[in-house]
């Protein structure tokens, strides 16, 4: 079983529409919960931060964690056509730095 | 006013090879990453250094060896390149510490070995 599972599949959507995206792990010792958008041919770049279990807002963005399913997401509000990005999760322990990532989800945003 | 930087952006060469790929950041981070992503999109570490000393060692073969020659710079030698080895490499650097140590990512070196 991979540490995060994150279903990769491509997700096209109107504007206007809600994203969700979602991961699962398996390590219960993450504590940190990150979302990274990535443009086409850029380097990831970090969109959300959550420690612990809970739900944090950022404008149309919203994270969810919920540690006793393990389980976070990802929604996306009055999706825009400049959200088309891939989307990756990532978590960490509080031991070091070594971020462990989902395979990403790539969304288009369709005018 | 890049903050982390890599060079090549591009780089084609034959199996056999042996090249480098260079990092720099000019964030007074002191930790340093070098991280593969595959035609899948799929990133995965491969090496972590803080303040120079190497603190994380994925499973990669020996022919990929990293170099960090202050706490700024991070280097990527890889011996003998394999097909396989196609692929985009970032490198990232943060604090060190718990936390919201934000990890930034540079633009990637993209590896094509023909």
């Known amino acids: 079983q991979k540490e995060v599972e994150q279903d990769p599949g491509p997700l096209s959507v109107p504007e206007g529409a809600i994203v969700s995206l979602n991961c699962t792990y398996s390590?219960?010792?993450?504590?940190?919960f990150m979302w990274y958008r990535q443009y086409s041919r850029k380097g990831p770049e970090l969109l959300m931060y959550?420690?612990?279990?809970g739900n944090k807002e950022d404008g149309r963005f919203t994270a969810q964690v919920d540690k006793s399913s393990k389980y976070i997401s990802l929604f996306i509000r009055d999706s825009q056509p400049s959200d088309s990005a891939t989307y990756l999760c990532?978590?960490?322990?509080?031991?070091?730095?070594?971020?462990?990532f989902g395979k990403g989800n790539q969304v288009v945003v369709i005018p | 006013d890049t903050a982390v930087s890599q060079t090549p952006k591009y780089l084609v060469t034959q199996m056999g090879n042996d090249k480098s790929i260079k990092c720099e950041q000019n964030?007074?981070?002191?930790?340093m990453y070098w991280y593969k992503q595959d035609s899948k999109k799929f990133l995965k570490i491969m090496f972590s250094?803080?303040?120079?000393?190497?603190?994380i060692n994925e499973t990669v073969p020996n022919r990929f060896s990293p170099k960090s020659p202050d706490k700024a710079h991070l280097n990527l030698h890889i011996n003998s390149l394999e097909l396989g080895d196609s692929a985009v490499y970032f490198c990232?650097?943060?604090?060190?510490?718990?936390?919201?140590?934000?990890?930034?990512f540079g633009q990637g070196t993209r590896l094509t070995v023909v």
């Open positions: 990532a978590m960490k322990t509080g031991g070091n730095n070594r971020l462990a």
């Open positions: 990232a650097s943060s604090l060190s510490g718990t936390g919201n140590t934000e990890a930034f």
């Open positions: 964030l007074g981070h002191d930790t």
């Open positions: 390590n219960s010792a993450f504590q940190y």
């Open positions: 250094y803080n303040n120079k000393e190497l603190i």
């Open positions: 959550t420690y612990s279990s």
